[in-house]
Structure formats: C-alpha cells, structure tokens
C-alpha cells in the first residue's frame, strides 16, 4: 500500500476537538484531584488499553543472575554491572533480558537512576569491548555493525552518545538500560515472540491484544521491580525515558505503573507525546502500515479516522499527573511533530493544576520547583536524544530527586 504524504504545513491543519480531560464518561466534570483519581483516570486507562497499546496482564516471578559485579568503566568513574533479569510464567514460559548498569564510583548509593531501553543492544551503549553482546534478533543495519540480524564487534558504543555515562555518573546518577528486542524482538510475528509468550494464546488474538510498545512497557515496570532487589539503587528516585518508539513505551509503562516517579519522552511522536488529531508529520495510517505490530489490533480501525478515536495523546500525559513529566522536542524533527507534542503538554495542565502543579515549563531548569511538573524543551537539530538533551534531564531530575547523604 502506497501511503500517503505527511503533511508539514500548518495552514494545512485541520480544525480538530480535542476529547474531553476532566469530563467523565457519564458526563460529569472533574473537579478535585479525588475525583481525577477515582473516575476520569480508570475510564481513560481502559479507553487506552482497548483502543490504542492494548492489554497485558500476566503475573511473573522475577530473579536476578549476576554476571559481572562492579568492574571499572569510563575510565574508573563508573562501576559497571550486567545482569540477566528473568521473568517465568505460566506455562514454562521463560523470559531473560540482560540489563547493563552503571553505578558512579564517587559518592555511596542507593543512587538515583535513569532506566531505558536501548534499540540495537547494550554493547552500542559503550566501546567497553567487554560488555555482552546481544544475542538473538537485531534489526539489521550494516552502518551500526548489525549483520544478518546479529550483533558484531563492530556496533561496539556506536549509540555511546544516546546514553552519556560519565555525565550521568559524575551527576550521581546511575544508568540502567537493556536490549529492547530481548523483551520483545522489533517485528510483526503476530505477538508470539518475546514477553508475549508469558500471555495465554486467547489474549494474544484478542482485539486489545497489546503490541510491541506495551510489551516494552511490561518490560521496563519488570525491571523497575528487578531493580528493587538491589541494594545500591534508589527507585523511589528513578527516571524511565526512551527516545522515540522507547519513549512511546517509557510512557505508557509510566502510565500503568504508579511506582516509576519520573518520566522523560524524547521525541516520541505519533503514538506518543504528540496529537493524533492534527494529523501532522506522521500519522496513525502511516504508522500503523509501517510497524502494524507496536499498538494492539483494535487501534488500526482508527487509520485515517483520528477525529473518531475516543482518546487523544494529552490525556495520556495528563495520567501521569502529578509525578514529575518531560516532554522533548527537536526542531528538524517534523515527523514526530514537535508543536503537537508541546500542544499535548499544554492541553494535559489541566489535570496537573487539579493537584497544585499549574501549567507548562518551557525552561524547566530555571523554573521554580513549586510551580509546574511538566518540562519540555524544544532542541535544534534533528531526530535523536543527545547529551545536550540530557543536561535538561539532570536538571530537571534533580529537582525532584535531590541527592541524599551517605
């Protein structure tokens, strides 16, 4: 099927009306954080799980096997550790996913952590030609060192700049990251592979069977419980983020999982942090034939028809209310639809004033602490998450997670 082209134009965006925030189902307005809590948020919940990620209920025990403990990285400020985090459930079913961790050499945990994904394994994140290399499924990218859908010595820190360790180190905070495909492998199998194997076959043909992105989410609120059996981790000051299709994921499990504090998305886009219904840059269709497997089945219904979906992507954010949320935007990146992403912001307040948290922080860094839990910032430049993007991240972050003492 030959899609259609992106629009790019603003005078080409069609007037659109948002769906109700603080208006229930039944028609009644929400007007204390109380009624946010007990009502609007579990029909909006519901609403998402049925029509735009899907459902993905399945009960796991998890352990840890450790691999390497604490050997020297980035030059001596970081301790690095690699662990298979394995998650069994009904059935026999048997899940590992390899986690890689840096912890900083200075100071004594728990330390604060930012925890995500990363799209090509862990061995992109740094040279340290002694970190695992991913095993099994990766896309394939000749320019990455991924050959044959394998991992080679050659793709070795070739994403080292989307996971800055030594800035997060010498900050005092820890990074947490694992393959994402080990979780749930980036292709249309018709959900069988991955995490998916832990759920019942009815639930994986199912309308709402959950995609790819909440399959992610599952992964990434497993390893937030994993991380609570480690003693030099603080997860009551811990960041999930992810850039792009991650950061999709990184909010939905921030969604469904009150425990993870703070949420950053980078550039998220179209199932993420930006509007459906402005039909800017990339769109439902166009996602939706592209990678049919991220979002559960029932969302396809809505290609071309976004004015009909009973949900839009600022309610999304405005679940989060009222922990801590940032919202990242490059200028070049158009696809993602920088505007629509902040429009979404803007129009979640709402539901963050309910709890005393008014408005949009635009220069969250400067802004007072008191005032609003939302940060965004507009980068120069193109689709990707870059140190630059993580000072903001720090910045904000230790607003809200501020360093303890030994």
């Not at 004594?108 to 952590?113: E, K, N």
């Not at 740094?126 to 044959?148: K, S, V």
């Not at 696809?335 to 635009?362: I, Q």
């Not at 939302?374 to 980068?379: A, E, K, P, Q, S």
Request: charged share 20%; net charge negative.
């Amino acid at each position: 099927m030959q899609l259609p082209p992106p629009n790019y134009d603003e005078a080409a965006v069609q007037a659109y009306e948002l769906p109700q925030l603080l208006r229930s189902e039944g028609g009644t307005q929400i007007q204390t954080s109380e009624a946010w809590r007990s009502e609007r948020r579990p029909e909006l919940l519901e609403l998402f799980r049925r029509h735009v990620y899907g459902r993905f209920d399945a009960q796991v025990e998890i352990s840890l096997e450790r691999v390497v403990s604490d050997a020297p990285a980035c030059g001596g400020l970081a301790a690095r550790t690699e662990l298979n985090v394995v998650l069994r459930g009904a059935r026999d079913a048997r899940v590992a996913v390899r986690v890689l961790m840096f912890t900083p050499r200075a100071g004594s945990g728990p330390f604060p952590a930012f925890l995500g994904l990363n799209l090509f394994g862990n061995q992109t994140v740094q040279p340290d030609t002694d970190i695992r290399l991913a095993e099994g499924w990766l896309p394939e990218n000749p320019e990455l060192g991924l050959l044959g859908h394998l991992a080679t010595e050659a793709s070795r820190g070739m994403h080292s700049s989307r996971f800055p360790v030594e800035m997060l180190v010498a900050r005092g905070y820890a990074l947490v990251t694992a393959y994402a495909g080990d979780i749930d492998p980036d292709f249309d199998d018709g959900f069988q592979n991955g995490v998916h194997a832990l759920l019942p076959p009815a639930a994986r043909a199912a309308a709402d069977a959950p995609g790819t992105i909440a399959a992610w989410a599952f992964g990434l609120s497993r390893l937030r419980e994993a991380l609570t059996l480690l003693q030099y981790i603080d997860v009551e000051r811990l960041a999930v983020f992810g850039h792009s299709r991650l950061g999709k994921a990184a909010l939905w499990a921030a969604v469904q999982d009150e425990l993870l504090p703070m949420v950053i998305s980078n550039e998220s886009g179209c199932g993420g942090a930006a509007l459906s219904r402005r039909r800017y840059g990339e769109r439902l269709l166009h996602i939706n034939q592209r990678f049919p497997h991220w979002f559960c089945p029932a969302f396809h219904a809505f290609n071309e028809r976004e004015h009909e979906l009973p949900v839009d992507q600022h309610q999304l954010l405005a679940l989060l209310a009222p922990r801590p949320l940032y919202v990242a935007s490059a200028a070049a990146d158009l696809w993602a639809d920088p505007l629509g992403e902040l429009l979404a912001c803007r129009a979640a307040a709402p539901c963050y004033e309910l709890f005393g948290f008014p408005g949009v922080s635009e220069h969250p860094a400067a802004a007072n602490p008191r005032e609003s839990r939302i940060g965004y910032h507009l980068r120069p430049g193109r689709h990707d998450i870059t140190p630059r993007d993580f000072w903001h991240y720090l910045e904000f972050a230790d607003r809200y997670f501020p360093q303890r003492g030994p």
